[in-house]
């Protein structure tokens, strides 16, 4: 039970960072929201591990943790790249599906959740995917837009990354949760020194952005820690309800409307919840 728990409270953490990210990227550009999130959160979680110092991992856990900030990186990037060029409503749900990678890694090592679980996977994934789905209002319909491959690729990279981060916590999740940030904040500052993007935030957003990037790093370390307790096939699949609290608080904050089968799929992802945590 204290995996399903860390995995849900990883996925509201996630979630709530998601929608306040999301909020400040319509005053900020991309380049300021990441260019300070990400070495907010490195600082963030540098002092908890010097905190509770430990010595550092073997080099197998650092070449995972720098793996899963790579990986990472190139699923945020290819996400957002995506959603600009193609329909949210295809290229969100497809990105959401990247638990199918370590629920097949995990099934393939031998990890066999109990069949209430399993079908409380099946719920949630179905859940999450309906939850991502978005009318568009052009046609009226639902189709595969150009943003489709990219939508692929984020899939591949966030699933990559899962596995990834759980053999990195498997010796520290506190120190692998540090070594993540730290290839994704040197990956960030890669990008915008080579594309020379400025980034600038005015003093009175910057306590949000300190409650993004703080948030973000307690997200995976919630997920790392839950990976030490539980199967990944599972708690994969809980963290992936991150698009479903980030509909849910957009729907209550901001008064967005939800269609149907938006909240059919919330409906279906709490159901499935409740399976996963009973069984």
Same mark, same amino acid.
Not at 49 to 59: F, I
Not at 84 to 91: A, L, P, T
């Given at each position: ?117 399993? $079908?409380?996977?099946? &719920? =949630?994934?179905? +859940? !999450?995917? /309906?939850?991502? @789905?978005?009318?568009?209002? %052009? ?42 940030? $730290?290839?994704?904040? &040197? =990956?960030?500052? +890669? !990008?915008? /020194?080579?594309? @020379?993007?400025?980034?600038? %935030? ?46 849910? &608080? =957009? ?12 909240? %059919? ?15």
């Amino acid at each position: 039970m204290s995996a399903v728990l860390l995995a849900l409270a990883a996925s509201a953490s996630w979630g709530v960072s998601d929608f306040l990210g999301g909020l400040a990227s319509r005053r900020l550009t991309l380049a300021t929201v990441m260019g300070l999130t990400t070495p907010i959160g490195l600082i963030a979680i540098g002092l908890l591990v010097l905190v509770r110092w430990e010595p550092p991992p073997g080099t197998g856990s650092i070449l995972w943790g720098v793996l899963t900030g790579i990986l990472g990186a190139i699923g945020i990037s290819s996400l957002y790249h995506g959603l600009s060029v193609g329909r949210m409503g295809v290229v969100a749900p497809i990105a959401a599906t990247a638990p199918l990678i370590p629920i097949t890694v995990g099934l393939a090592r031998g990890e066999r959740p109990s069949s209430l679980q399993a $079908a409380g996977m099946g &719920l =949630a994934l179905v +859940g !999450v995917v /309906l939850t991502g @789905r978005e009318r568009d209002e %052009a046609s009226g319909v639902r189709r595969v837009a150009s943003g489709a491959a990219f939508g692929l690729v984020a899939a591949a990279a966030f699933g990559g990354s899962l596995i990834a981060l759980d053999e990195a916590a498997n010796s520290d999740p506190y120190w692998a949760t540090f070594v993540i940030r $730290a290839a994704s904040t &040197l =990956a960030v500052a +890669g !990008v915008l /020194l080579a594309r @020379r993007l400025p980034v600038r %935030a005015p003093r009175s957003l910057l306590p949000a952005l300190a409650v993004v990037a703080v948030l973000d790093v307690g997200g995976t370390v919630l997920f790392a820690v839950s990976t030490t307790k539980g199967l990944i096939s599972v708690v994969a699949v809980l963290v992936s309800l991150v698009p479903v609290v980030v509909a849910l &608080l =957009a729907r209550t904050v901001l008064h967005e409307h939800l269609e149907p089968v938006q909240v %059919a799929g919330a409906a279906l992802a709490i159901a499935g919840v409740a399976c996963i945590s009973v069984g």
